[in-house]
């Protein structure tokens, strides 16, 4: 067994008892014919939703990229299975390259009633790509996955589809973040400025490109900053929750008013991690 195919560190069966309200809003069975997980309406999204499984599992996936010196991304998926009634976890994921996974998770346990977890990694701090947001608006509301999750080094990322969540094709994502490009004035802040404020002096420019080429895979601030931007405006056209953790089994919600100071914060937390500060 190579390294690539190590298992998971702790039993699937064991992570699969391990329920947040994430978890169980997932497993919950809405009437005794459905099987698949009932969404949630868009206006009664939580603010935050604590997750135990998916959470870690997450975070183990980030690692295992991490500890790839290619930094291949990990793409992988929890099955629901209904006797008993809980969601399993893939042992062995998928590999792609350091910019994309091309093959979908084939994760089909006997007993499985459906994914409704999609899980990947993103060697760099940006969240949702334009490929994920495909994914997800092609997704029918009637099949799974419901919640969509990318980890990195810092945090992890979900998008949770609801009842509202209109399926469109994958072209009419494309064209709506082509469109809404030329259209965006945000505040974002500066890398330069808070290295300066974490590090207590003036940054080199070799500094200043390690951290930039760590957080977005362009190495391009601008980009990385008005990525998070499109993807709270694609979230609220398409009935998205937008949510993020910090490894901590809690998920928060990503609103126009605290995207600009979770912006910030990651871009701190990154410089701390690159350069040793607590």
């Known amino acids: 067994m190579t390294p690539d195919q190590r298992i998971i560190p702790f039993s699937p069966e064991i992570l699969s008892l391990m329920n947040g309200d994430l978890e ?5 069975v809405p009437e005794e014919r459905h099987t698949q997980p ?33 930094l291949r991304e990990r793409h992988a ?22 910019f994309y996974v091309m093959d979908p998770p084939s994760f089909r346990p006997p007993g499985f009633t459906g994914r409704p977890v999609d899980f990947h990694t993103h060697p760099s701090l940006n969240p949702f790509s334009e490929g994920d947001q495909q994914r997800m608006a092609g997704a029918p509301a009637t099949i799974d996955p419901t919640v969509y999750v990318v980890s990195n080094r810092i945090r992890t990322y979900m998008m949770m589809l609801t009842k ?65 931007h499109k993807l709270l405006g694609m979230s609220e056209k398409n009935r998205w929750g937008f949510y993020f953790s910090d490894k901590n089994g ?29």
């Open 77 to 98: 998926s929890a099955a629901l299975l209904d006797k008993p009634r809980r969601l399993l976890y893939q042992p062995i994921p998928t590999i792609g390259t350091k």
């Open 24 to 28: 169980k809003l997932l497993i919950a």
């Open 38 to 70: 009932e969404r949630l309406s868009y206006d009664v999204l939580p603010d935050q939703i604590s997750s135990g499984g998916i959470d870690l599992y997450a975070t183990w996936l980030a690692e295992q990229t991490f500890a790839d010196p290619g």
């Open 164 to 228: 509202q969540t209109p399926w469109q094709h994958p072209d009419n994502i494309r064209m709506d973040l082509n469109n809404a490009t030329n259209r965006f004035t945000f505040e974002y802040p500066s890398v330069e400025f808070i290295m300066e404020k974490r590090l207590g002096r003036k940054v080199i420019y070799e500094e200043y490109t390690k951290v930039v080429e760590a957080l977005d895979y362009k190495g391009d601030e601008y980009n990385y900053c008005k990525n998070f």
């Open 250 to 278: 809690v998920f928060k919600r990503l609103t126009s008013s605290n995207i600009v100071m979770h912006i910030e914060e990651t871009i701190e937390k990154l410089v701390n991690e690159i350069f040793g500060i607590q």
